[in-house]
């Protein structure tokens, strides 16, 4: 269902939320419903979802009001066909306190925090399933990419099964890794580690705790103003910069303003982003279809900027309308993808 990030049955690292997340994006189930109901037509769940996905929170861009406005409907109904997939058992509730624990730090973590963790679905293996697999009994979903949102349930592997890595041909159970062996990869048990545990990254621990770099065992991320290595190993919502006047070590600190270093759009105070040519803070000019763009400071309203000599924010092609996957110059508006053809919406998808 959900930018970069977290509507999984197992671990998942930081690096996810730097795309775009939306309830899409974690589920790999691509594709959006109605273009223009009323608020009164969605659960407080997926409206919930809908402003998680365009407020700026764990990775999201923070949309101009206006856009927030125009798309949050079409995240809503997508919210509510995914929770409507057959095989699928996250129910609203479920999606709606895990949407809390994200806002509250839990994007912060290095493994998906518990609420986020949601129960197999129950198709069987081999079932046609909306790519990432929340209809799933194994949990994963998989196919070529021509067939992209579509694919097929994959297995599941026991402990100390032969496993895939790529996760391409099957998953280990839930509770358990795809790790390394002398003879290939096998699915061992998955044990994270609490306050004081052990550890060499933080994605040995718990939830909600990082991996200490002096200590090397698992304990709370610190506040403000601690030492840090990890960009992302500080409590919610701090981040760890080095200081903007001096350059000193990195501390602990709450996002910034206007020229504050940064590293992604989460180290400055919403609305501002990050530029990745100066690696400051700063304001963000958004464009619609057809204007200039830098894919840096200046974005496009929909769609990724062309890196072209001279780009311009691609068109924006209406659902049901004729589309060429990969076309730089052209793009299906927020939450639909190019299928078959076409712009398509959830409700037009069927894998079968």
Known sequence: MMADS?????????????????????????ACGSTAPSAGAFSPACLHYAGYTTGGQCGNPALPKAEVARVTPRW??????????????????????????????????ANTPD???????????GAACNERGVQCQSGACSGPLAQQPCGACLPSVSIGGACDQQQATNV??????????????????????????????????????????TTLMCAAPPGAGAPCVDPFGCAYP???????????????????????????????????????????????????????????MIRCLV?????????????????GGVCTAGDDAQ??????VCFAGKCALGSSVACQ
Request: glycine share 10%.
């Open 303 to 319: 769609g990724a900027c062309p890196t072209t000599s001279a780009p311009v924010c691609p068109t924006v092609v209406p659902d």
């Open 238 to 296: 701090l981040v760890c910069n080095v200081n903007p006047t001096t350059g000193s070590s990195a501390t602990c600190q709450p996002p910034g303003g206007p020229g504050t270093p940064c590293l992604t759009d989460e180290f400055c105070t919403r609305p501002l982003g990050c530029s990745m040519t100066d690696m400051t803070c700063g304001v963000v000019s958004w464009q619609a279809a057809g204007q200039p763009c830098d894919g840096d």
């Open 6 to 30: 977290r509507l999984t049955r197992g671990p998942m690292h930081r690096t996810f939320l730097f795309m775009r997340l939306a309830f899409c994006a974690a589920t790999g189930v691509l």
């Open 172 to 213: 280990c159970v839930a509770g358990s890794s795809c790790n390394a062996t002398a003879t290939g990869a096998a699915c061992a048990t998955l044990t994270l580690g609490p306050v004081g545990a052990a550890c060499s990254q933080s994605s040995d621990c718990v939830s909600g705790l990082i991996c200490n770099p």
């Open 115 to 125: 609420a986020c963790v949601f129960p197999s679905g129950t198709l069987t293996v």
């Open 76 to 109: 809503a109904q997508h919210c509510e066909d995914v929770l409507a997939l057959p095989g699928s058992t996250i129910t609203a509730d479920a999606l709606d306190k895990c949407l809390t624990v994200l806002e509250a730090g839990g994007c912060w973590a």
């Open 331 to 336: 793009t299906c508006d927020a939450g639909s």
